[in-house]
Nanobody, 120 residues
Framework: QVQLQESGPGLVKPSQTLSLTCTVSGGSITTNLYYGSWIRQPPGKGLEWIGYIGYAGSTHYSPSLESRASISRDTSKNEITLQLISVTPEDTAVYYC????????????WGQGTQVTVSS
């Protein structure tokens, strides 16, 4: 059974960098066609895809966040990390990591989500 768990600080100050880690168990992030995505949901709004890192290490981002987002991985720990620089209160959201087998936005496993608030 694949399980995903997000972790990171719940409060970040404006202009600082948000850093979250997704720890995956029950399956390797280097499995063929594994795409590890980050998705967020601001309060009162719908889900917003941030980007993914593929099984071979390639990355792809939402155009609206591409200049500020960076997704990386540690294959020895089976972890995927999201960094978002220069955050503003508009980046306040519940952040999720999810597995997408095939890179077609079909998510079969999700983490429980972690609340991040951007505030001074």
């Amino acid at each position: 059974q694949v399980q995903l768990q997000e972790s990171g600080p719940g409060l970040v100050k404006p202009s600082q960098t948000l850093s979250l880690t997704c720890t995956v168990s029950g399956g390797s992030i280097t499995t063929n066609l594994y795409y590890g995505s980050w998705i967020r949901q601001p309060p009162g709004k719908g889900l917003e895809w941030i980007g993914y890192i593929g099984y071979a290490g390639s990355t792809h981002y939402s155009p609206s966040l591409e200049s500020r987002a960076s997704i990386s991985r540690d294959t020895s720990k089976n972890e995927i990390t999201l960094q978002l620089i220069s955050v503003t209160p508009e980046d306040t959201a519940v952040y999720y990591c999810a597995r997408d087998l095939g890179g077609r936005a079909h998510y079969d496993y999700w983490g429980q989500g972690t609340q991040v608030t951007v505030s001074s």
